[in-house]
């Protein structure tokens, strides 16, 4: 995936500064002149886009002049996740972008912001620049965040993440009898809302990942997980996991008689709609309850 | 902790006398959100015209005394009071993850869209809403103990004469 090109121009279109700062950031790793690239001060001068940010009313112009100018053949490499999605600046009254609906794009750079070793790391692989110690460079220090991983094992769909996700980077689909957790590359911005609210664990931010790819639309990782039929209306609900783990977690924290266990597991069974909106189901449920509690007032009068 | 001697209170809903007003719903509605929106109301009334028998009945927390949806939740946003009976949920705590929605029996938890969170009954934190508009006296707040017997013959001792 080679790109030619030794001359770039780095342009800011509107983004938070932070891609800018990570992109100066490069300099004091290495000599860039040593390498043969060269960072030129005009477009005119420049084969190769750096772009950073998500391009918004007052610099789509620019953007689209400075694209003309640069020398063929016409490079740009898409910096963060702004670049490549608009990132946190997504629905705002101004944004213009993503770039790739400008001027297309060779290559994305995954970050919010990508680490100056990713960035330089980038531009070596593609470039296919000499840089020493390159490997070294690109190892991620520990506690560092990286991309989210889902375990498909502990995985139990029940969507928190997705909840969480303050970049919408995390899609629930329901495809058919399996319900999908995917988390996307291009939007996630390394915050670990997601591995923080998860109730079993599954998700970790793993470091070390190579962050530039061809295409922006590839997920990290994905988690498919079986729906439940609903006894009564016969509709597909909610994922298999997600109810085991309730009633793993009740078997934990509650002590019940057999006759409710069952019943409870039973009810599990019905989907929201039909739990909600069944007179018999209800009075079903309630007597789960009411067993339960008298179980519970008898306990108490004991003690 | 002694149980029977707490002044822990319950809602009860007693069927009969119930007449399909739904201004319990409407009042619940109010007191949450401010505007009248059924679909945010922490209680749900269903009518059946076609059941011969108990054509009414009520989607409402009971407040359990062991509740089941503090037990699946994983973030602790849903407590009980052991003082006053409340089965209550912390919005800041809560992760969104729908697991009191799916374990409790009832449903009575709902997903709330626009705040990502889990809403439910909390009692009004005193006189609740529903008990106090509800014109035909089908809602009440008993004393906890009073209403576990109440609910017992309702729906547990009922069945077995079945």
Redesign the interface.
């Known amino acids: 995936m080679g790109i030619q090109a030794t001359r770039i121009y780095r342009f800011d279109a509107s983004g938070c500064n932070g891609c800018d700062i990570e992109v100066l950031e490069i300099l004091a790793l290495v000599q860039v002149a040593e390498l043969g690239i060269e960072i030129v001060e005009t477009p005119k001068e420049a084969n190769l886009l750096l772009v950073t940010g998500g391009s918004n009313l007052k610099s789509k112009p620019e953007l689209e002049s400075a694209y003309a100018v640069i020398q063929e053949p016409r490079h740009v490499i898409a910096v963060g996740s702004c670049a490549a999605t608009m990132g946190i600046f997504k629905g705002g009254y101004a944004m213009t972008g993503p770039i790739d609906t400008i001027i297309p794009v060779d290559l994305y750079i995954m970050g919010c912001p990508p680490r100056p070793q990713v960035i330089l790391g980038a531009l070596a692989d593609t470039l296919q620049l000499k840089v020493e110690g390159m490997e070294t460079l690109l190892h991620t220090p520990q506690g560092f965040r990286g991309d989210p991983h889902v375990d498909q094992g502990k995985c139990i769909g029940c969507g928190a993440c997705a909840n969480v996700c303050p970049a919408d980077a995390i899609e629930i689909v329901e495809s058919g009898t399996e319900r999908l957790v995917r988390f996307m590359r291009k939007d996630c911005i390394f915050c670990a809302s997601c591995q923080e609210v998860c109730p079993t664990e599954a998700v970790e931010l793993r470091v070390g990942d190579k962050a530039w790819f061809r295409t922006k639309d590839a997920s990290t990782s994905e988690a498919r997980l079986q729906r439940r039929t609903c006894l009564v209306c016969g509709t597909l609900f909610l994922p298999d996991a997600q109810m085991n783990w309730a009633m793993s977690r009740v078997d934990e924290k509650l002590e019940m008689g057999t006759g409710d266990r069952s019943k409870l597991q039973r009810s599990l069974n019905i989907c929201m709609q039909c739990r909600r909106n069944s007179i018999s189901e209800v009075r079903e449920a309630k007597s789960i309850l009411a067993s339960l509690a008298s179980r519970a007032s008898g306990r108490g009068a004991r003690c | ?4 001697q707490s002044d822990a209170k319950a809602i009860v809903y007693e069927p009969q006398l119930c007449t399909g007003c739904r201004y319990c719903e409407v009042a619940c509605a109010v007191w949450h959100c401010g505007r009248i929106d059924v679909a945010q109301s922490r209680i ?1 009334i ?1 009518f ?1 015209e076609e ?1 011969m028998t ?6 409402n927390c ?1 407040h ?3 509740p ?1 949806c503090c ?2 939740c ?2 602790e946003a849903l407590q009980k009071d052991e003082k006053t009976g409340w089965v209550t949920q912390n919005s800041s705590k809560c ?5 009191c ?7 009575v938890p ?1 997903f709330d869209a626009a705040l ?2 889990a809403v439910k009954c909390d009692f009004c934190f005193g006189v609740p809403e529903c008990v106090k508009h509800c014109s035909s006296g089908a809602l009440r707040v008993y004393a ?2 009073e ?3 109440f ?2 013959r ?3 001792s009922a ?1 077995e004469e079945q």
């Open positions: 902790m002694v149980r029977s749900r269903l059946d059941r108990e054509r009414y009945s009520a989607v009971q359990c005394d062991d089941i037990a699946v994983p973030s992760v969104g993850c729908e697991m929605v799916v374990a409790c029996p009832l449903s709902f990502k969170v906890r103990e209403a576990v017997r609910n017992e309702l729906y547990v069945k």
